[in-house]
C-alpha cells in the first residue's frame, strides 16, 4: 500500500471510530433533567419510554333538567342547597381571590365567563374549571342581548360558545343573558340554537355592581336567599370579595350549601 493511501485509510478509520464513540455516548449519557416545573410542549410519541402528556378533560357540556322551564331562576326548595353565580369579567386576580376563597370554605360556584374577557384572559377558563366550578356563557359582548334581533343574539352567544369550545373543549353547562335578568323569547330560541337547553336567571340579587359596601352586599343576600336559591354576583368588585367570606359563614350557620348550579338541580 503506498504510504498516502496508508494514511488516507488511517484517517478513515479513526473518523468512524470517533463517530461510534460519539452515538454511543449520546444513547447512554442520561440527559439533563427538565427545570423544576417545565414541561415541554411536545415529544416524539415513539420516543423510548415517553409517554405525552393526556389532553384536559372536556368540561361538561350543557344539559335538560326534565321538568325545569327554559329560563331557570332557582332549584329545588326542599334540599338545603343555594347556587352562588358570578357574572364572569373584571381583573383576574380579584377574580381568583373570589374563587380561592369559595374553595377554601368548601363551596362552589357558577361562572358566566364574558367572551371578550375569556380573549383578554384565556387561563382563567380552566381555572374555574380546575376548582370544581360550573363554567358558562354570558355572551361576547355583555351588551343587551334582548335588544337585538335573534340572528345577532345567536351571533353574541355562539362567539362565545366557541371561545369556552377552544378553551375547554365544551360550550359550557350554562348561557345568562348579558344586561338583563331575564331572556325574551327571541334570545331563548337562539340560547337553544346555540346548544343551551335552558337560560340562567336568579331569584337573589346581590346588588354588588352597584358597589354599596360588601356590609350591604350580605344583608342583600341574605335577606332574602333560602334553600335553591340562584344567587347573581360579579367578578371585578372588591366590595364582593370582601363580603363572600361573610356570606358563605352565614350560609353555613344556616345550614345552606353553596354548591354549583348543576348540583342544585342534580
Given amino acids: ?134 363554567l358558562g356563557n354570558h355572551t361576547q359582548h355583555h351588551i343587551d342581548v334582548n335588544a337585538m334581533t335573534e340572528a345577532e343574539a345567536l351571533a353574541e352567544i355562539e362567539a362565545c360558545a366557541t371561545r369556552l369550545r377552544r378553551l375547554t373543549g365544551s360550550v359550557g353547562t350554562w348561557f345568562r343573558p348579558s344586561r338583563t335578568p331575564h331572556a325574551g323569547p327571541a334570545v331563548l330560541r337562539a340560547a337553544r340554537r346555540a346548544g343551551y337547553p335552558h337560560a340562567l336567571s336568579y331569584d337573589v340579587d346581590s346588588l354588588d355592581y352597584t358597589s354599596p359596601g360588601a356590609a350591604a352586599v350580605v344583608r342583600n343576600v341574605t335577606g332574602t336567599v333560602r334553600a335553591g336559591s340562584v344567587v347573581s354576583l360579579h367578578f371585578g368588585y372588591p366590595d364582593t370579595a370582601v363580603a363572600l367570606p361573610l356570606l358563605l359563614a352565614e350560609l353555613d350557620r344556616r345550614g345552606l350549601s353553596a354548591v354549583t348550579t348543576t348540583e342544585l338541580l342534580s
Fill in 1 to 134: 500500500m503506498k504510504p498516502t493511501d496508508r494514511r488516507g485509510a488511517l484517517r478513515a478509520g479513526a473518523a468512524a471510530a470517533l463517530a461510534g464513540a460519539l452515538a454511543t455516548a449520546c444513547g447512554t449519557e442520561p440527559r439533563p433533567a427538565p427545570a423544576a416545573g417545565h414541561h415541554p410542549a411536545s415529544a416524539p410519541a415513539s420516543a423510548a419510554g415517553h409517554h405525552p402528556a393526556p389532553a384536559p378533560v372536556a368540561a361538561p357540556a350543557p344539559r335538560r333538567f326534565p321538568g325545569q322551564p327554559d329560563e331557570i331562576t332557582h332549584g329545588p326548595r326542599d334540599r338545603p342547597r343555594v347556587a352562588l353565580t358570578f357574572h364572569g369579567q373584571g381583573d383576574p386576580a380579584l377574580a381568583d381571590r373570589l374563587l380561592a376563597q369559595a374553595e377554601k370554605a368548601g363551596a362552589r360556584v357558577t361562572v358566566l365567563a364574558v367572551g371578550s374577557w375569556l380573549d383578554e384572559h384565556p387561563d382563567m377558563a380552566r381555572r374555574v374549571l380546575d376548582g370544581g366550578h360550573d
